[in-house]
C-alpha cells in the first residue's frame, strides 16, 4: 500500500458532495454519486467533498483553491496533482465491491484491470457474501471460538473449498455448507523454506498459508515485504525456531534458504 494514500469505502447515502463542471466527465462523476446515493450540490454546498471536473484549466485551479480554503476534500477529473482523493474504477457484486485505483498514474490501466475482474468474478458472488452476513449467528453457534471460526470460514472460501468465491454456487450453498461442515482441527504447523526474499516469488502455496496462517514463526533474516503477505492480525514470531506446541490454528515456520 502506498505511503501517501489509505483506501477507504465512503457511505454516502443522502450526504452531499458537490459537483462543478459540463460535459460527458462531469455526467460520468454525477451518475457515480448518483449510484452511491450522494447528494449532489453546487459549490456553495455544505460539503465534505467536491468532484471537480471542469475542463478549462484556470477555471478548475480557481474553483479547487476556494473549495480546498473551505477544507474540502477535492477530486480534480484528469488532474492528479490537484486531487486529495481520487475515485477509483469499481467492480460491483453488491454488496461486494472492488475497487481498482492507480493512483492516478492511469485511469485507462485501472478501466483495463476492472474489466478483466469482471470476467473472473461470478454473478453469484454478492448473495454469497449475503449468504455469509445472515449466518453470521449460526456460525458464532457453530464454531464459538473466534479461531475456529475464521479457520473454518477461511478453508470454505479457500480454492477449491466448499464456498470458493471464483466458483458458481447455489443460493444456499452457505446454509448447505454450515450442515456439512467439520469442526477444524485443533492445530497444525507448516514448516516453509524461503528461496527468494522477493514476495513476488513466492510459490501458490505459501501465499495461500500466509494469507490463512493464525501466526508466522521467523528467522530474523525473512524480510518484512513476505511477513506483510501475512494476515494483518496474525501474530508474527521472531524465533530460532518454532516452539513445540505453536499452538491452536494454523502456524507457519519461515526460515530462509541458506
Known amino acids: 500500500m502506498s505511503a501517501t494514500g489509505l483506501p477507504v469505502l465512503l457511505r454516502l447515502a443522502g450526504r452531499p458532495v458537490i459537483l462543478l463542471g459540463e460535459g460527458e466527465a462531469a ?18 454546498g455544505d460539503a465534505a467533498l467536491a468532484i471537480v471536473a471542469i475542463e ?97 470460514i477461511g478453508a470454505a472460501l479457500a480454492p477449491g473449498g466448499a464456498l470458493d468465491p471464483l466458483a458458481d454456487h447455489a443460493e444456499d450453498c452457505v446454509a448447505g455448507w454450515l450442515a456439512a461442515a467439520d469442526t477444524p482441527a485443533g492445530s497444525d504447523l507448516v514448516r516453509i523454506t524461503l528461496t527468494s526474499v522477493d514476495p513476488d516469488d513466492l510459490t501458490l502455496r505459501t501465499a495461500r498459508l500466509l494469507g490463512q496462517a493464525d501466526r508466522v514463526f521467523h528467522r530474523a533474516d525473512v524480510p518484512a515485504a513476505i511477513l506483510d503477505r501475512a494476515r494483518a492480525d496474525a501474530a508474527r514470531h521472531p524465533c530460532a525456531a518454532p516452539p513445540a506446541d505453536p499452538g491452536p490454528g494454523l502456524s507457519l515456520d519461515l526460515e530462509m534458504k541458506r
Open 27 to 44: 455526467q460520468a462523476k454525477r451518475r457515480l454519486l448518483e449510484r452511491a446515493g450522494a447528494r449532489i450540490c453546487g459549490e456553495d
Open 56 to 152: 478549462d484549466t484556470e477555471t478548475a485551479i480557481a474553483a479547487i483553491a476556494r473549495l480546498r480554503a473551505r477544507g474540502v476534500l477535492i477530486n480534480a477529473t484528469d488532474r492528479p496533482d490537484q486531487c486529495d482523493f481520487t475515485l477509483p474504477a469499481i467492480v460491483d457484486r453488491d454488496p461486494v465491491l472492488i475497487a481498482i485505483a492507480t493512483g492516478g498514474a492511469s485511469a485507462g490501466l485501472a478501466a483495463a484491470l476492472r474489466q478483466r475482474f469482471e470476467t473472473l468474478l461470478p454473478a453469484g458472488l454478492g448473495a454469497l457474501a449475503s449468504g455469509l452476513k445472515e449466518a453470521r449467528a449460526a456460525l458464532r453457534t457453530r464454531w464459538p471460538d473466534g479461531g475456529d471460526r475464521r479457520r473454518a
